[in-house]
């Protein structure tokens, strides 16, 4: 039995997460449930899951009195006091964005191991926590499910070295558009992804390949791979999760219908792998898997964040912050879609990169590039 913090509880990966402890009540217990302002949404979870300790960022008027038998933390840094009053062994960090860079830095004091979703957090910060992870000797459990692909696939490494990393990509909602079309794409053209049901903020980086950009950032972070060693590929079906290149030219690949509960799984259960309903694969009704190399001139984000990735320092942090920033304008409706790559471009060009020496430099460069793309916002 193992206790599990579930930060981001109330959103896509944390609710899946949720599913898994459901099925298995005796290998695991969520211990802390955390969430932003979706407080009905958290009660419920609260009133199912029982865990010790609860926090909201947004403290809501009234605390039902179901839900009173476990402690609250509500504001700004309810998410960290909360998971060091759980003690729990495991975290789970599934909060969206550079929000959860503090939930990751505290799982990494109080945690046994850390069960990561949140990729903005190694974007931004990621030689400072792979550093961190390895001076404490606390596993990074990957759970975006390429990277818990390849983590799979590494498996059999038995210490041969790798050639390659090749992260596979469902190429989003507009994948088959035309490059005009594509800078007009509606709200809801964007959020209708083909193969995964995610929360918003990552659906609209699927679209513009920001999120494979953001990837190849954390493969690189979690895996060791310099920028060169690490491919995208193109691939419809969300079937191949993500794979491996040895030095004998053999590849190994982890399959699987596209469902984020196997990777939240295997993270949870690992090394164990935790059984959970999955839809067995039909090769025969399947027929086909597909593979192109990615369009670089309609989804011009992807070199991009290659190119920060090679610049390094605060290039990422630049990147992450001003696609946040751009995304949320988006969603609101204040910019058409094709000025988010234009405003991370252009905040790229415009902010000198800096090092990272510390978490106060990280927030440093995430400040200016959101102050520099709220500007570009209002042009
Ligand atoms: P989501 O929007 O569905 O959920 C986000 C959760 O974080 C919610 O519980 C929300 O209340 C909480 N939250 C948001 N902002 C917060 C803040 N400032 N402080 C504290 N809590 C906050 O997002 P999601 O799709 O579950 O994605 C979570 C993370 O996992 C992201 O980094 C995403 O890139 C990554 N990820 C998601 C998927 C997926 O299938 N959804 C797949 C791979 C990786
Ligand atoms: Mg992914």
Redesign the pocket.
Known sequence: MRTIAI??????????ALDIVRRHPDKFRASCL?????SDK?FELVRQFRPDVA?L?NEPEAIPEDVRFCQWVFG?D??VEALKASRAQDAL?????I??LD?VWTALDVCERVLL?????LVTGGDLVMAKAAEKNIPMLP???EHSAIFQCLQARQGNPVKRLLLTCSGGALRNWKKEDIYNATVKDVLAHPT????????V?CASMV?KG?EVIEAHHLFGMPAEKIDVVVHPQSIVHSMVEFGDGAVLAQLGNPD?RG?IGYAMGYPERIPYDAKPLDFAALGHLDFAAPDTDRFPALPMAIEALKAGGSAPVVLNGANEAAVGAFLKGQIPFGRIPEIILAALDAIPVTPIMCIADVYEADGKARAYAKERIKI
């Open positions: 930060l981001g509880a109330t959103g896509s990966i944390g609710t899946q955390t969430a932003h302002s979706a958290l926090a960022v700004p309810s998410t960090c599934a909060i969206v964005g929000a959860g939930a979703a949140n990729k903005e957090a759970v975006d499910s995964w049901n995610m929360g918003g903020k990552i659906t980086d999120n953001l984020m990777p």
